[in-house]
């Protein structure tokens, strides 16, 4: 991976965020870096991220340089871009598109037969390094593809090999689910206000809890109902808020958003 040039089409914040993990866990150094933006001011941004960088504005620059694409555009300019693709790529190429909802057959249409492509699923937390992706690999693509997506995913958080069709709950869960534990926070906070807590040090107290919370799952790999018991004695204050949040159907409300989210991503990636 040390050998290869990685190009970026599209500077914006995932993708410096993306690029920026790279380089911080020594994958690919910012001179075997380029990216491609028609916004001069995203293109600036990405170069004051990462010195020693390539920035351009034409994606085919990009490409003719990079035998692995990450395609970072939002969705309504994918076809664009892979229009600009169409004659600059082939068998050794590898292309990643982290475009959310644009299928694997959408982007197939617009590209030679012979083009590996991988779809990704992140979410916003890998601007902290802390992203939780899934990404599934289209035909023609091998383990070896599937191993430096993963790599290169992993350098800013999580990364879990999912079939295509799944990405749609990833959408729902962790794509949409930053949104939800924003809510969560708020709310905590509020509560803390409510009780007498001045408000920055009930929202430092609101989020920190919900991040050592995570800690605790991830690090202890015990499920969220053990650890959840753990906390809560008999007849004591948590008992009496879990009942509180039971009797108002937190628990079902939270998985029908994610149900939600997944549904409406099922629908743009058919629309």
């Not at 085919?60 to 994918?78: D, E, G, H, N």
């Not at 779809?119 to 023609?140: D, F, H, I, K, Q």
């Not at 969560?184 to 906070?189: D, G, Q």
Request: charged share 15%; hydrophobic share 45%.
């Amino acid at each position: 991976m040390d050998t290869f040039n990685l190009g970026f089409l599209g500077a914006g914040q995932m993708a410096t965020a993306l690029a920026t993990g790279i380089i911080r866990a020594g994958i690919v150094p910012p001179e075997r870096i380029w990216a491609s933006d028609p916004q001069g001011d995203a293109r600036q941004r990405f170069a004051a991220a990462l010195p020693g960088s390539h920035l351009e504005t034409d994606n085919r620059q990009v490409a003719s340089c990079c035998l692995v694409l990450i395609l970072a555009v939002k969705p309504q300019f994918a076809d664009t871009v892979v229009a600009d693709l169409s004659g600059m790529v082939g068998p050794d190429h590898l292309v990643i598109s982290i475009c959310a909802g644009v299928p694997l057959a959408r982007l197939a249409t617009g590209l030679p037969p012979a083009v590996r492509l991988i779809r990704v699923m992140p979410n916003t937390p890998c601007l902290v390094g802390e992203g939780a992706s899934g990404y599934a690999l289209g035909p023609g693509t091998t383990d070896a593809d599937g191993q430096v997506a993963e790599r290169l995913l992993a350098s800013v958080g999580k990364a879990f090999r999912l079939d295509e069709h799944q990405l749609d709950a990833v959408t729902g869960l962790s794509g949409s689910g930053p949104a939800f534990l924003y809510l969560v926070i708020e709310a905590l906070s509020d509560g803390g206000v409510l009780m007498g807590l001045p408000r920055g040090v009930s929202t430092a107290l609101a989020a920190q809890t919900v991040r050592g919370a995570a800690t605790m799952v991830l690090e202890t790999g015990d499920h969220p109902a053990v650890l959840k018991d753990r906390v809560t004695s008999p007849g004591g204050t948590t008992a009496a808020g879990l009942d509180t949040l039971e009797r108002h159907a937190v628990r079902s409300a939270m998985t029908r958003a994610v149900q939600k989210a997944a549904g409406r991503s099922m629908e743009l990636g058919t629309s």
